[in-house]
């Protein structure tokens, strides 16, 4: 089994900062994408920040502010987030497409979430 398990969630003012990270354990070979989503009250689940192997993406909303970097000897993703405001108030889930054996195939992984509230 793989196991992606979150840490770093909380509360924080307006303006803060915050850092997320997430451990994989389990029988891991190698991991391709690694990213971070999160969902609103009433709203639907959405990307935030995603890194790749050679490709970084973040939602415009974030864009400047956040930061994601991976660890691949450690298999873990952070998510460095600065500048917050209540519209980034959410469960931030970590997920990862990983490959357990050589030459196996990719299966993705998600985290179980952790509360992220941004208010005075």
């Known amino acids: 089994q793989v196991q992606l398990v979150e840490s770093g969630g909380g509360l924080v003012q307006p303006g803060g900062s915050l850092r997320l990270s997430c451990a994989a354990s389990?029988?891991?070979?190698?991991?391709?994408?690694m990213g971070w989503y999160r969902q609103a009250p009433g709203k639907e689940r959405e990307l935030v920040a995603r890194?790749?192997?050679?490709?970084?993406y973040y939602a415009d909303s974030v864009n400047g502010r956040f930061t994601i970097s991976r660890d691949n000897a450690k298999n873990t993703v952070s998510l460095q987030m600065n500048s917050l405001k209540p519209e980034d108030t959410a469960i931030y889930y970590c997920?990862?497409?990983?490959?357990?054996?050589?030459?196996?195939?990719?299966?993705?992984?998600w985290g179980q979430g952790t509360q992220v509230t941004v208010s005075s």
């Open positions: 997920n990862a497409n990983i490959i357990k054996s050589a030459g196996g195939p990719a299966y993705n992984y």
């Open positions: 389990g029988t891991i070979f190698s991991m391709n994408a």
């Open positions: 890194r790749g192997g050679s490709t970084t």
